[in-house]
């Protein structure tokens, strides 16, 4: 593993916007755009040194911009399928954290190297 490599987080917006019943669905965009603000603003909690948050979003919320400390990357189709293209791409040694409750995206991209951590470590 890369240790001088920043830590790459990849956070499945839809599954962590979705695991708190708080009127998300009836604005998904703005859902989105208050989880990116929430990251830019904060980070990850309760880690140490560099990281690159990618925050995937799909659907209603492809229209979220990216903002200094967070680059929403829009998903051409299913989140969860881009989220795997991401992991895939991240590089030889270099560590990577997915946050996700989602048990197949958990299975698919531990099988890929990356960690996985559930939506609380960046919901309030």
């Known amino acids: 593993m890369n240790d001088t490599a920043a830590l790459l987080v990849i956070v499945d917006a839809a599954n962590v916007v979705g695991s708190v019943p708080d009127g998300w669905w009836r604005d998904r965009r703005g859902a989105a755009e208050r989880l990116r603000d929430r990251l830019a603003a904060d980070g990850l909690p309760g880690r140490t040194g560099p990281v690159e948050i990618v925050l995937v979003v799909e659907g209603a919320a492809r229209g979220?911009?990216?903002?200094?400390?967070?680059?929403?990357?829009?998903?051409?189709?299913?989140?969860?399928?881009?989220?795997?293209?991401?992991?895939?791409?991240?590089?030889?040694?270099?560590?990577?954290?997915?946050?996700?409750?989602?048990?197949?995206?958990?299975?698919?991209?531990?099988?890929?190297?990356?960690?996985?951590?559930?939506?609380?470590?960046?919901?309030?």
């Open 64 to 124: 979220v911009e990216s903002v200094p400390g967070v680059r929403v990357d829009p998903a051409p189709g299913s989140g969860d399928d881009r989220v795997v293209t991401l992991v895939a791409g991240a590089g030889d040694g270099r560590p990577v954290l997915v946050v996700t409750a989602d048990r197949e995206l958990r299975r698919r991209v531990t099988s890929l190297g990356a960690e996985v951590t559930g939506p609380r470590t960046v919901r309030p």
